[in-house]
């Protein structure tokens, strides 16, 4: 095994956590701007309902039936 200089090693794992946590940091604040403003009408909640709705499967979206009020199902024929 080779064994290198431990300050650069410490220094490596250093940098590799201080990304980490920016990197973390940065999908935070990006998640959290995005939910705030996906209700908001403008070009902001059409980019991100644009990027959820693929995630949507096409067989969910079509009617297959009706509730009842007693929670009966009435299916479409």
Same mark, same amino acid.
């Given at each position: 095994? %080779?064994? @290198?200089?431990?300050?650069?090693?410490?220094?490596? %794992?250093?940098?590799?956590?201080?990304?980490?946590? +920016?990197?973390?940091?940065?999908?935070?604040?990006?998640?959290?701007?995005?939910?705030?403003?996906?209700?908001?009408? @403008? +070009?902001?909640?059409?980019?991100?309902?644009?990027?959820?709705?693929?995630?949507?499967?096409?067989?969910?979206?079509?009617?297959? @039936?009706?509730?009842?009020?007693? @929670? +009966?199902?009435?299916?479409?024929?």
């Amino acid at each position: 095994k %080779r064994k @290198g200089d431990i300050q650069l090693r410490n220094e490596a %794992r250093r940098l590799r956590n201080a990304t980490r946590f +920016e990197l973390r940091r940065l999908q935070q604040e990006q998640l959290t701007k995005q939910v705030k403003e996906r209700h908001t009408s @403008g +070009e902001d909640s059409a980019l991100f309902w644009n990027k959820t709705k693929r995630h949507f499967r096409h067989i969910s979206s079509s009617l297959r @039936g009706f509730e009842t009020p007693k @929670g +009966e199902i009435i299916r479409d024929p």
